[in-house]
């Protein structure tokens, strides 16, 4: 990664400054101060191991470094690691895309304060990311992220934001299969498709319960109409997503379209790739906001909120390839050691 420092004065390389910021966020840091209070107890043992072989950094440099460092040359970096820990499903890659705000940073006027990820659905961790300023640009920012993955033979499930004809057919010329989710924002697809003789396809239902919580899912498949303008669209299908919590139920209707054929998309795997494309909350954006407190968040200076950003998801991909599931318990865990982060990191 290209230092962003002049070179007088210089006491730590990039790498090493990093490794260290990593490893405290391993054990919950969510600031240029907790990292450095990290660092100031690892000693110098510990630090030598991360290459940094000098007295600990101290807040103003990971700060300093951490504003100024290019965002896509450590996401390059970091997401070259995650992209080797992607398990496949069914012999396919399948990725989430999906865009999320850094809403303290965003209120403070950050630039790049809204990030487009690539979720694993297997392992959910992110193999890439890109920032952009708002959300409207999020398109833009998706057909960016597209081009950063190798994508022979992956699957992409994307939600309604993302479905028009120039994604389908950069994802087809890559060599990989859509799934996109149409809802009332793309109100004529949306009607043509709730149009079609549903009522006469059979139905694939199953449930989920955990946590009190039940979801059923019914999916109906059609071969995709002629009209459909799509590159390579193959299937259509209705989905109903049935959520029972404390006995109060919501149904929601969407409809899908996928370039994946009947041989390689039956109904119950496109229900299971639709239902990874919702997980995308829950298994990403949701432990970002909550573990990471990373909404609440003022970190806002240059670069740093993408970059902090790209350090929690990494933290998180570390965690869960080494068999965490908790991630809240996973942090509290690699904080009552020191040794924990350094091994885990160096292990992973």
């Known amino acids: 990664m290209p230092d962003p420092r002049a070179r007088r004065g210089r006491r730590h390389s990039v790498g090493a400054l990093v490794a260290v910021a990593l490893c405290a ?8 101060t907790a990292i450095a209070e990290w660092a100031g107890d690892a000693g110098r043992v510990r630090l030598a191991r991360l290459g940094m072989v000098r007295r600990a950094a101290d807040e ?3 700060r300093r470094v951490l504003s100024r460092l290019d965002p ?3 996401e390059e970096a970091l997401g070259a690691w995650a992209v080797t ?3 496949k499903t069914g ?10 705000a850094v809403r303290g940073a965003r209120k403070k006027g950050a630039a790049r304060a809204f990030l487009v990820a690539a979720l694993d659905h297997v392992t959910g961790t992110v193999a890439a990311q890109v920032g952009v300023e708002a959300k409207g640009s999020e398109i833009t920012a998706a057909r960016v992220l597209l081009g950063l993955l190798d994508l022979t033979g992956a699957v992409l499930t994307l939600d309604a934001l993302h479905t028009n004809k120039t994604t389908a057919a950069q994802i087809v010329t890559a060599g990989a299969h859509y799934v996109f989710t149409v809802k009332g924002n793309s109100r004529v697809l949306f009607a043509m ?7 006469l396809i059979p139905a694939t239902t199953s449930t989920d319960r955990g946590h009190g919580r039940r979801a059923t899912r019914t999916i109906k498949v059609l071969d995709a109409p002629a009209w459909i303008e799509f590159t390579g669209a193959a299937q259509v299908a209705q989905l109903r997503r ?5 006995g109060k139920k919501t149904v929601e209707v969407v409809y899908l379209v996928t ?4 041989r390689i998309a039956d109904p119950a795997t496109l229900a299971t790739w639709a239902n990874g494309q919702w997980s995308i909350e829950n298994r990403l954006h949701w432990v970002r906001d909550i573990t990471f407190d990373e909404d609440p968040c003022q970190i806002h200076t240059g670069h740093a909120p993408q970059n902090m950003a790209a350090l929690h998801n990494t933290a998180i991909a570390i965690l869960r390839t080494t068999g965490w599931n908790n991630i809240a318990a996973a942090l509290r865990h690699h904080a009552r050691d020191v040794n924990r982060p350094v091994h885990t990191l160096l292990q992973a």
Request: proline fraction near 2%; glycine fraction near 12%; hydrophobic fraction near 45%.
């Open 85 to 87: 820990r992607a398990r």
């Open 60 to 62: 103003s440099t990971f």
């Open 25 to 32: 966020v391993l054990t919950g840091a969510r600031g240029f």
């Open 193 to 199: 498709l709730k149009a079609l003789p549903w009522a």
């Open 91 to 100: 012999g396919r890659r399948v990725y989430a895309i999906d865009g999320k």
């Open 242 to 246: 049935t959520i029972t919590v404390k």
């Open 72 to 74: 896509t040359a450590l």
């Open 259 to 262: 370039s994946a054929g009947a």
